[in-house]
């Protein structure tokens, strides 16, 4: 049995004691005692925070109301969790405390790795108390054009359900995905040899813990933002059961969802977009979202700005007349109305999904992690009002607890539609604006960009029909230095990407097919 990972962050001078302070979560009313009181989470509306001695006896002295959780806490330990009817706190074991029993929720108090193992033997939902105290960075959300797309429609037409199935099929071979078990890795990897088959620009195992599988994350980069401006498209692969070391299907949860990521994957590396798409199926999520904490956090320290997440987690199960989407809007950090009305407006225009917006309390998947740093993200799942009856089981396959095989169709198409509007497909007639756009029947071309200090150079070019091209890279006084030729079984775009080794100057890029020709220059920089 592996141990569970405890992260001794410093607990600073504030550590004595761990605290639920009823004020509003989003009001200011703490700020004054700054000195003594630091927020670390919320909990239906209310704070969770660190203190001192000085800090109770202030809140006391001015009448706030507060409860001690625990005193002395060590951060890995405690969560928030969601109450379940058929779930009996107090028979979890004697070691899993409920340190609070609020109207929907409890604050669960954990010891050791058999605890974590006890708890994701049920069909409980886990968030970890994030002891970070750097949260709620909080950007704008972007505008976004929501007018139909002929490009957008033709990547949505392209989803199929038959590549959706088999690879949910295929996740649930696995016979567990728990997440400290050699099979998880096992999953990991299969993924991560989807995404390099799929040509994306970066591959990797995103490790974050010696105890627990990694993150995979495939990145599609933008062709004129930095890429640390991006979209997310995500959901995670771990699973559980009531034997989750020997057996944990996990179609529904959430099979469905690193469907949708491969889905995502296998359509959009047709295309190219202004945004760097982060594709991200993450692990650890049954254990209270763990992976996507780490991801989120790195990318707030980076000062990277996500544009929006798009996060799918059990989204195939339902019963009659039930057959809703919800697109989450979760308020628990930050109003993620404006992605969920992007979400719904995208369903509409693209998809024949059912779907509503639903809002309030929900931080139990990985677009909490997310909105916890201020970074705008919302999740698609099945009909909150309907309980699955394989959450969390052996019976959680194909024919159990994945049963709705059209919500989750229409439900991919509408969140991949969402991922591109964010993500604004770049160059392609359709979605370009104030642009003279060159007649379809004629090759195009593009460097990116026109001025080039990078290590690499990208070039884009488009052939409106099949065949072989010729790309050329000429200097100021004629001499070929580059030439690549490349066979287009399939007309559109398509990308050439350079190792910049020229020297400083000015080239010529041509592109040749057939008898039709196009140049662009271009500067190399110092």
Known sequence: MRFLQIILLPVFIFGNYLLKVDVPAKGKILESYSEYVLPIDYFEGNVIALSDASGLTQLSNDGIPYIVLDKNPI???????????????????????????????WLIKITNADDMLTLNKHPIELKRINFDTSVQKHDLFP????????????????????????????????????????SVWAAANWLMNKFNAYGYDSVFLDTFSAIYGPNVVAIKYGMIYSPQNYVVGCG????????????????????????????LARVLRDYLFEYTIHLIAFCAEEQGLIGSEDYAQQAYSRNDTIIGVVNMDMFAYTIPNRDTLMIINDTSYIDNLPLALVFSACADSYTTLKKRVWT??????????????????????????????????????????????????????????TVATLAIPYGQPGCVENEQIEPANQLRLEVFPTVQTQATIKIVGYMPLTGKATLSLYDAVGRTVVKYKKTINKPGYFLFTLNNKLNPGVYFAELIAGTMSVQKKFIICQ
């Open 360 to 417: 309030g309390w929900r931080p139990y998947s990985d677009h909490a992690s997310f909105c916890q740093y201020g970074y705008h993200a919302v999740q698609g799942r099945e009909n909150i009002n309907v309980s699955n009856p394989y959450y969390h089981t052996t019976g959680d396959s194909i024919g159990g607890g994945y049963n709705a095989d059209t919500m989750v169709f229409e439900g991919i198409k509408a969140a991949l539609a």
């Open 75 to 105: 951060p890995g330990y405690y969560f928030m969790a969601e109450k379940t009817p058929s779930v009996d706190p107090n028979s979890l074991g004697s070691t899993i405390q409920v340190l609070y029993s609020g109207t929907d929720n």
């Open 143 to 182: 505008v976004r054009s929501l007018a139909r797309d002929s490009v957008i429609q033709q990547m949505v037409d392209s989803v199929l359900y038959d590549t959706i199935i088999t690879a949910v099929q295929r996740l649930q071979d696995f016979q567990t995905r728990y997440s400290t078990t050699d």
């Open 236 to 263: 995670h692969f771990d699973c559980t059961s009531e034997m989750p070391l020997i057996f944990a299907p996990g179609a529904d949860d959430n099979a469905s969802g690193t469907a949708y990521v491969m889905e």
